[in-house]
């Protein structure tokens, strides 16, 4: 079982749509919670972090769970920009203080006209 | 300002070979990091570097792969004797030490293809 899961899509929206995004982690341990957004044939961007308390950063509101090992992205009236490969990450601090990324395999969404 | 950059970007090489590849980091991140990532899947952590420390390799999938950064700022992973599975996008990525978020800044990663 992979320690990061994501249903991987695609999700075929209509542009103004809502959309939702899950992911389960497996590792209790895991300390820091984010979504990435990979455009294709590019690198991984951080789009935001995830805390239990919930947060907004524009159109996009992440969620925590930590009682049930779950993490939500929602993407209020989408645009066709926001298509892209959207990833689930978690991390344990290491020592040091770095964050060791676990990836899902990233759901992938296509917003259309 | 300047990124995180990778050389080269892409890479061929014949089963069998040797390759380096090659991280810059933004200048004063003091953590380093480097990934795998195979077609259709997420990045895999392969090691961690804090200044020229090797913190965490448990990500190497066979002593095959070794990285080095010696001073602490350019990194370079190698991989001996490349097989077939060894084909996938190599990211690096970076962040400054001690900062709440701890984003990690990724570069465009190397994409190996072993034939």
């Known amino acids: 079982r992979k320690e990061v899961e994501q249903d991987p899509g695609p999700f075929n929206v209509p542009e103004g749509a809502t959309v939702a995004f899950n992911c389960t982690y497996s590792?209790?341990?895991?300390?820091?919670f984010f979504w990435y957004r990979q455009d294709c044939r590019k690198e991984p961007k951080l789009l935001m972090s995830?805390?239990?308390s919930g947060n907004e950063d524009g159109r996009f509101t992440a969620q925590l769970n930590r009682a049930s090992q779950y993490i939500s992205l929602l993407i209020r009236d989408s645009k066709l920009s926001d298509s892209a490969t959207y990833l689930c990450?978690?991390?344990?601090?290491?020592?040091?203080?770095?964050?060791?990324?676990?990836f899902g395999t990233g759901t992938q969404l296509k917003v259309e006209l | 300002g300047a990124g995180v950059s990778q050389s080269p970007r892409y890479k061929v090489a014949k089963r069998g070979q040797d390759v380096a590849l090659r991280c810059d980091p933004i200048?004063?991140?003091?953590?380093l990091f480097w990934y795998q990532q195979a077609l259709g899947q997420g990045p895999e952590f392969l090691t961690y570097?804090?200044?020229?420390?090797?913190?965490?390799k448990s990500g190497l999938p066979s002593d095959r792969f070794f990285a080095e950064r010696p001073e602490g700022s350019v990194s370079t992973l190698k991989i001996q004797r490349t097989q077939q599975e060894d084909s996938a996008v190599y990211l690096c990525?970076?962040?400054?030490?001690?900062?709440?978020?701890?984003?990690?800044?990724f570069g465009p990663g190397t994409r190996l293809t072993v034939t």
């Open positions: 990525a970076s962040s400054l030490a001690g900062t709440r978020e701890r984003e990690q800044y």
């Open positions: 590792n209790s341990a895991s300390q820091s």
């Open positions: 995830v805390y239990s």
């Open positions: 990450v978690v991390s344990p601090i290491l020592t040091g203080g770095g964050n060791k990324l676990t």
């Open positions: 200048s004063g991140h003091v953590s």
């Open positions: 570097f804090q200044n020229e420390a090797q913190l965490d």
